[in-house]
């Protein structure tokens, strides 16, 4: 199983194919998901501490980001080892 690790939790193991909002959601772990997941508030926007472990970016994405490295979190599928940190809001 993949290792999920979000800046300032423990690491926890998760299933290939979930989102990070999916995997944060199963392990207590606090993203916001205002809009319930359907890519329109920006509310779980991470940033990607480390390359890979994750689906490519979507074009429903790129609205909401500012900077790279960033993802919505219930867009970014688990493929992988992945490390981030939560960045909600604007
Ligand atoms: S939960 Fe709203 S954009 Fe991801």
Redesign the pocket.
């Known amino acids: 199983m993949p290792r999920l690790h979000v800046e300032g939790w423990e690491p926890v193991s998760v299933e290939l194919g979930w989102t990070l909002?999916e995997a944060c959601e199963e392990h207590g772990i606090p993203m916001d998901?205002?809009?319930?997941?359907?890519?329109?508030?920006?509310?779980?926007r991470v940033e990607v501490l480390r390359d890979g472990g994750l689906s490519p970016l979507q074009a429903e994405e790129e609205p909401?980001l500012d900077a790279p490295g960033q993802r919505?979190?219930?867009?970014a599928e688990i493929t992988g080892d992945a490390d981030i940190r939560l960045a909600p809001g604007m």
């Open positions: 909002l998901s205002a809009c319930g997941g359907f890519a329109c508030c920006n509310a779980c909401f919505l979190g219930c867009q």
